[in-house]
C-alpha cells in the first residue's frame, strides 16, 4: 500500500510540472496549448544536448552535471516556449478558439517530426543517470533518484506559486487572466505578460524532460505525446486554470494511475487514467477546485 502511495506521488510529480504550463496559458489567454507536452520533449534533448558538451564533468560528478543541465535546459526550452507563442499564436489570439486550436495541434506535429529529422528517429540514451540505491519508509522501497527528482519538482512548483502569489509580475499575471484589456488600460504590457508565462510554464516542463530523462535514461521524440494528454487530464482533474489545482489534479492523477495499475494491470493503465478525465467533464467539468467562468462578449 505504501508503495503504492509513493508511486502514485513520484509519478504525480512529473504530471504536476507539466500541467502547471498548460493551466498557465489557459488561465492567461484562454488557450489550449497542445503543443506543450512536445516542450517537455524538446527540454528531454535540450538536456541532452547540453550534456553532450559537458564531457568530462559528467564522469566527475553526475549531481552538479544533471543541475548545470537542467538550469541550461529550462532557460532553452522557455525560449522556445516563447518563440513558439510570437509565432504561432501571438497573430492570432483574435481568432476564433477553433483557429488556435488546430494551430496549436499544427505546432506540436512540427515540433515533434522537426526533432525526428534533426536527431534521427533513434531513442537517444543520457549520458548521466541518478544512482537507483534507495532505503525503506514504511515498507515502501523509495530510491535517491526518485526522492531527489519529487524535492526539484517540488522546489520548482513552490517557487512558481509564489512568484504568482506575490510577486509584481504574478499579480500582472493575474490581471491579465481577469481581464487584459482593462490591463492594458492600466499600463500593463499584455503581449510582454503572456510571453512571459510561455517562457515559465515551457521551462517547467523542459525541467520535466530532463529529469525523466535522467531518471529512465531513455529519450525520443514523440515522448511528449502521451505525458501532454495526462498533463492535460491532470489539469482537468485540478480545475485548469488553478494552479494549485493543477499541481493536486497531477499528484492524484499519479495515485489513480499507480492504483489502478496495481488493480487492473499495467495495460489499462491508460484507460484508466483517461477515464476518470471522462468522468470528470462529465459530473465537475471545473476540476476539483476549479470555478465557472462567465465568458465576456
Not at 99 to 123: H, W
Not at 165 to 184: E, W
Not at 196 to 218: C, D, E, N, P
Not at 259 to 271: A, N, S
Request: aromatic share 10%.
Amino acid at each position: 500500500m505504501s508503495q503504492l502511495v509513493w508511486n502514485g506521488l513520484f509519478l504525480g510529480s512529473f504530471y504536476a510540472l507539466v500541467a502547471l504550463g498548460y493551466s498557465m496559458v489557459y488561465g492567461v489567454i484562454r488557450l489550449l496549448n497542445f503543443a506543450h507536452g512536445d516542450l517537455y520533449m524538446l527540454g528531454a534533448f535540450s538536456g541532452f544536448a547540453v550534456l553532450g558538451t559537458l564531457g568530462s564533468l559528467v564522469r566527475s560528478s553526475t549531481v552538479l552535471a544533471l543541475l548545470v543541465v537542467l538550469v541550461c535546459a529550462m532557460v532553452l526550452t522557455g525560449l522556445a516556449g516563447m518563440v513558439l507563442e510570437r509565432v504561432a499564436y501571438r497573430p492570432l489570439r483574435a481568432a476564433p478558439r477553433l483557429s488556435l486550436l488546430i494551430t496549436a495541434v499544427g505546432a506540436s506535429f512540427a515540433l515533434e517530426y522537426g526533432t525526428r529529422i534533426a536527431v534521427g528517429p533513434n531513442p537517444k540514451v543520457y549520458q548521466a543517470q541518478l544512482s537507483s540505491t534507495g532505503f525503506e519508509v514504511a515498507g515502501a522501497r523509495i530510491s535517491v533518484a526518485q526522492l531527489m527528482l519529487v524535492a526539484v519538482a517540488v522546489a520548482l512548483m513552490a517557487g512558481l506559486d509564489r512568484l504568482v502569489r506575490h510577486s509584481g509580475q504574478g499579480r500582472a499575471m493575474r490581471a491579465v487572466a481577469l481581464d487584459p484589456r482593462a490591463s492594458r488600460l492600466m499600463g500593463i504590457d499584455v503581449d510582454a505578460v503572456v510571453s512571459r508565462t510561455f517562457f515559465i510554464g515551457s521551462a517547467l516542463a523542459g525541467a520535466a524532460g530532463v529529469m525523466a530523462g535522467a531518471y529512465y535514461g531513455k529519450i525520443d521524440f514523440l515522448m511528449g505525446f502521451l505525458i501532454g494528454l495526462k498533463a492535460f487530464t491532470a489539469a482537468v482533474i485540478g480545475g485548469i486554470g488553478n494552479m494549485r489545482g493543477t499541481m493536486l489534479g497531477g499528484l492524484l492523477l499519479g495515485l489513480l494511475e499507480s492504483f489502478g495499475t496495481d488493480w487492473l494491470g499495467g495495460e489499462w493503465r491508460d484507460v484508466f487514467a483517461f477515464g476518470c478525465l471522462i468522468l470528470f467533464l462529465t459530473l465537475r467539468p471545473t476540476g476539483l477546485l476549479g470555478e465557472r467562468v462567465k465568458e465576456r462578449v
